[in-house]
């Protein structure tokens, strides 16, 4: 378990994570973290990000394309 220290930051309070912890959850600087306090538990979670249609087409290495697929032959009053 790690301990973090509440900070002041401005006119706010903060707290900072280690490079490991953001490794560790995949965070990069400026992502947004959902927070839930449950008794006296402050729980982070990262909060669900759409992802662009880039980076869903980069898991599959630019290999798919809309273009490519074979829609038949035309069934009915199709615009073409």
Do not use: T
Request: aromatic share 8%; proline share 1%.
């Amino acid at each position: 378990m790690s301990q973090v220290a509440v900070k002041a930051w401005g006119n706010s309070q903060g707290i900072r994570l280690s490079k490991e912890i953001m490794e560790k959850m995949g965070l990069k600087i400026s992502d947004i973290l959902d927070v839930e306090i449950s008794a006296d538990a402050i729980i982070l979670r990262k909060a669900f990000r759409h992802r662009s249609f880039e980076e869903r087409m980069m898991e599959y290495n630019n290999k798919i394309s809309a273009c490519n697929f074979d829609w038949d032959e035309p069934a009915g009053r199709e615009i073409l």
